[in-house]
T-cell receptor, first 111, second 117 residues
Framework: GENVEQHPSTLSVQEGDSAVIKCTYS??????FPWYKQELGKRPQLIID?????GEKKDQRIAVTLNKTAKHFSLHITETQPEDSAVYFC??????????FGAGTILRVKS | EADIYQTPRYLVIGTGKKITLECSQT?????MYWYQQDPGMELHLIHY???????EKGDLSSESTVSRIRTEHFPLTLESARPSHTSQYLC????????????????FGSGTRLTVV
């Protein structure tokens, strides 16, 4: 089955700086990679996703890049703000349409 | 508004009690899931269902059981709670993945934080 590794486990940035979270996956057949944001005490929410037929997708200050050859994908947040502080999860989709989640990254934006 | 609902939000119970965590969705989704989220954040899949009368065990061994008698309802039951069951339990639902287009993502409920004393 799919295995997803996520790094770093904790990331601290200064407000206004960029943040990058990286994930690698094992199943070359995986073709869907979502990112979830979980604020303290709240439910995980989908913030952006990418399918294997594109290499990059942007939505305002967030972007995701995918390198199928290397089997890794990354979340990029520009001009970080305090409200970006949360836990971020990447995921890959394995056979049967189940998502396999990474271990999560705690992002702290210092003002 | 279509959403997924979990009750209760918080539950403190004694060891040996039987409990049922409720999960209902009005999204019209066929697929539903239960995740256990430990204090270290990781999401562990414990049960999933592809539709009515379909239930499967997930990657993390769990002493809980689930049922799917109605599309919108996916309750999780612990026959005899133990302190090791203390955790946050998240329910989620999704459509079937469509490769061509559209959104495919899990919608999560707000979770049940269970404490067994």
């Amino acid at each position: 089955g799919e295995n997803v590794e996520q790094h770093p486990s904790t990331l601290s940035v200064q407000e206004g700086d960029s943040a990058v979270i990286k994930c690698t996956y094992s199943d070359s057949a995986s073709n869907y990679f979502p990112w979830y944001k979980q604020e303290l005490g709240k439910r995980p929410q989908l913030i952006i996703d990418i399918r294997s037929n594109v290499g990059e997708k942007k939505d305002q200050r967030i972007a995701v890049t995918l390198n199928k050859t290397a089997k890794h994908f990354s979340l990029h947040i520009t001009e970080t703000q305090p409200e970006d502080s949360a836990v971020y999860f990447c995921a890959g989709m394995e056979y049967g349409n189940k998502l396999v989640f990474g271990a999560g990254t705690i992002l702290r934006v210092k003002s | 508004e279509a959403d997924i609902y979990q009750t209760p939000r918080y539950l403190v119970i004694g060891t040996g009690k039987k409990i049922t965590l409720e999960c209902s969705q009005t999204m019209g989704h066929d697929k539903m899931y239960w995740y256990q989220q430990d204090p270290g954040m990781e999401l562990h899949l414990i049960h999933y269902s592809y539709g009515v009368n379909s239930t499967e065990k997930g990657d993390l061994s769990s002493e809980s059981t689930v049922s799917r008698i109605r599309t919108e309802h996916f309750p999780l039951t612990l026959e005899s709670a133990r302190p090791s069951h203390t955790s946050q339990y998240l329910c989620a639902s999704s459509e079937y993945y469509a490769p061509a287009s559209g959104n495919y993502g899990y919608t999560f409920g707000s979770g049940t934080r269970l404490t067994v004393v």
